[in-house]
């Protein structure tokens, strides 16, 4: 399984933030957004992971992570030119995705919780077909909503609804099979202009090959890609952080826990950061494996 993080587009929900800046580049609290959706990656055990972004900003990811051999893991860059779909990332990430199957996630979507790694390893774990996930909202009409069956089999997805057939919305992250590369050649432009995600899913719907993970109990989901979305996940961030002492999305601590990096390679990042509270609670791991 390999990963891609789309870290395109032009960010206009969030001008001015971001007419010079990447939105994926953007605080959520203490840390660049981009390192939320990294960390899923990361925590699935996903070690070749491919950043898209636009010919403005790759450079900043490049600078950023470089060829992610810090992490113990592999990053690879490519550029979208232009917006043209979440689609479109299986098109330029084609020579990347190879063989394998994949996963994508959105770079401004944040993911919190307990059980959260259960159940996104039981997804990664199917070998064929397609996984999305649905999330309980209370405002299913801005969002792409998917209906299922008593077995999670998805019935419809429909986007922004005028009468939903669901309260579920799907969130940004997708696991494929490697029919995806296939499938993604023969779906056409929208009206928009832009490859949907969404004709995808529905081409695994039609052959019974997509199935949905819903997101419960305890689990937080955050598009960050608004004002509030950026303060609602940067609140959240801050008071786990403070209150559990747990960090979210440190991909150093990941990391190392999983044996990519060690002690000494911990520390050279711990001390680079050693001003802030980042870099002290990644001595204080250091001081607790001793």
């Known amino acids: 399984m390999k990963g891609i993080i789309l870290a395109g587009g032009s960010g206009t929900r969030l001008y001015p933030l971001t007419k010079t800046i990447s939105k994926q580049m953007l605080p959520i609290y203490d840390k660049p957004m981009i390192y939320y959706p990294l960390s899923i990656l990361m ?6 992971i491919l950043i898209i972004s636009t010919p403005r900003d790759i450079n900043s990811y490049k600078n950023l992570f470089g060829d992610g051999s810090k992490l113990g893991i592999s990053v690879s860059y490519e550029v979208q030119n232009k917006p043209r779909g979440i689609a479109d990332a299986f098109i330029v990430g084609r020579k990347f995705i190879g063989k394998s199957s994949v996963t994508l996630i959105l770079g401004d979507n944040v993911f919190y919780g307990q059980r959260l790694n259960s159940i996104l390893k039981r997804s990664i774990s199917r070998e064929n077909g397609a996984t999305i996930f649905g999330y309980y909202v209370n405002n299913p009409m801005e969002y792409g909503v998917v209906e299922f069956d008593k077995n999670l089999n998805v019935i419809s997805i429909e986007e922004k609804p005028i009468n939903p057939k669901s309260n579920y919305a799907i969130p940004g992250l997708y696991f494929y099979d490697n029919n995806v590369i296939e499938i993604v050649k023969n779906i056409a432009p929208s009206n928009r202009g832009e490859l949907e ?10 052959v019974d090959k997509l199935k949905v993970e819903l997101l419960e109990q305890g689990i937080s989901w955050f598009d960050s890609g608004t004002y509030q979305g950026l303060l609602n996940a940067a609140n959240f961030v801050e008071m786990i952080q403070k209150e559990q002492r747990i960090y979210i999305a440190c991909i150093e601590e990941i990391a190392y826990k999983k044996g990519y990096i060690n002690n000494k390679q911990l520390g050279k990042i711990a001390d680079s950061m050693s001003k802030t509270e980042y870099g002290q609670y990644l001595n204080s791991i250091l001081k607790g494996s001793n």
């Open 43 to 48: 925590e699935l055990g996903i070690r070749e």
């Open 197 to 206: 995600i969404s004709d995808i899913n529905k081409e695994y719907m039609k």
